[in-house]
């Protein structure tokens, strides 16, 4: 047998020999059914939501235009929800107890009137089947009677940030804000939440009066909200308008329907106020922490014994620490790698001080974001001086719970 020919057998026997390979190793991998068993040489196709080869194609990431783009469960990703019952991609976001509604109004405009100033965190429009319409909607602008200097735009009465600043009118006696859909739309309901921050003056949305109008002049629905002093406000963070019946009720939160699915975790101070944080945890929906030792980055670093990894490096003794003399907003950002399934954050103040320097940890909101580092949603700040904090993606913005001080 010439050398030739024996060289051609050997490339043949080795071709085949790597096709068998891979071959084995995509079916080996497909076996594995979550991202933890996914392991080297096979890959997690975050957008295919299943473990493959090496070799194979990861599947594109779904281009966010909306969630009614999405039209199978698999590319249904946050802030967006699979509604199962409709096979419907919409809003991550629904009021507690979730589910359609047929009972709505039809109408084009959404205002709340008072005669005191108004500061309000989010309005969010509801439609005949559940669907979130006031979000991520370029159809929908806002209008408001005035704006109090340094509170931002009407904008931010729904940006999904819920439990940031509200949106602040000026001190006048007639204020009014209002949503414009663009067009008459089927309304089932508003939730209106009132602003998380500054409890001594909750009852600021007290004999607000909430309107559908299907013209400037044409109120086709009303209610009136009303709370009695500041500790009945507190208790009443969200007010949820049912249009048809002209009633208003309160639950305790805004359930999410399922984990938000995000790649970035952001620790921001938003007083203008540096960041000491002992350690931050974030949990799939196993109960696993999926930040440790992860990538970090800061704003900026006091010093170098105080660098960004000390933030998951599995140890609450040590610290991370942005530079003290900074103006702010400083920040602190955990990179999973991957869009993983998040249920819950969990974060620890410094131990190495106690009084004032131990409360930077109650300066804090937590943001997510996606594989293109866009903004998804942020948590309530948090509030005390506590060893630490828990953020549960079940209910906004009721949702910070604390250890004993």
Not at 161 to 168: L, Q, S, V
Not at 213 to 221: C, F, I, L, S
Not at 284 to 308: D, F
Not at 388 to 396: A, Q, S, T, V
Request: charged letters at 20%; glycine letters at 8%; proline letters at 4%.
């Amino acid at each position: 047998m010439s050398v030739a020919i024996i060289g051609i057998i050997a490339l043949v026997v080795a071709t085949l020999g790597i096709a068998l390979y891979f071959l084995l190793n995509t079916k080996a991998c497909k076996k594995h059914k979550t991202q933890d068993e996914c392991k080297e040489p096979c890959k997690w196709d975050t957008y295919g939501d299943k473990c493959i080869g090496e070799k194979d194609t990861l599947t594109a990431a779904p281009t966010p235009t909306g969630c009614s783009t999405y039209t199978t469960q698999d590319t249904c990703v946050s802030p967006c929800t699979w509604n199962s019952s409709t096979s419907v991609c919409g809003s991550s976001i629904t009021p507690s107890g979730g589910g359609g509604s047929t009972d709505y109004v039809e109408g084009r405009y959404v205002r709340l009137e008072s005669p005191n100033e108004m500061r309000i965190n989010e309005i969010l429009v509801y439609d005949e089947k559940g669907d979130l319409i006031s979000h991520n909607n370029p159809d929908v602008t806002s209008s408001a009677s005035s704006t109090q200097p340094g509170w931002g735009p009407t904008s931010k009465l729904y940006d999904f940030e819920i439990a940031d600043y509200p949106f602040h009118t000026g001190f006048g006696t007639s204020e009014f804000v209002q949503l414009d859909m663009g067009k008459v739309v089927k309304i089932s309901k508003v939730v209106i939440v009132n602003q998380s921050y500054h409890r001594e003056v909750m009852p600021k949305i007290d004999v607000n009066v909430i309107k559908i109008m299907g013209g400037t002049d044409n109120v086709v629905a009303q209610a009136t909200i009303d709370v009695d002093d500041e500790n009945d406000a507190a208790s009443k963070p969200i007010f949820v308008f049912k249009p048809k019946n002209q009633t208003i009720v309160q639950p305790s939160t805004i359930a999410v329907d399922k984990p938000i699915k995000a790649r970035y975790v952001k620790i921001r101070s938003k007083n203008g106020k540096f960041l000491v944080l002992g350690e931050v945890e974030v949990y799939n929906t196993r109960g696993e922490n999926i930040a440790l030792n992860k990538p970090v980055t800061m704003s900026s670093t006091q010093h170098q014994n105080w660098g960004a990894q000390r933030l998951v490096d599995g140890d609450n003794d040590t610290e991370a620490h942005t530079l003290a003399t900074d103006t702010g907003p400083d920040w602190m950002l955990v990179d999973l790698g991957t869009i993983h399934s998040i249920s819950g954050v969990r974060i620890y103040a410094r131990t190495a001080h106690e009084g004032t320097y131990k409360s930077h940890a109650n300066r804090i909101w937590v943001e997510f974001a996606d594989y293109d580092n866009n903004f998804i949603i942020s948590t309530t700040r948090t509030d005390g001086d506590h060893t630490w904090y828990d953020f549960k993606l079940k209910d906004i913005p009721s949702n910070w719970t604390t250890s004993s001080q």
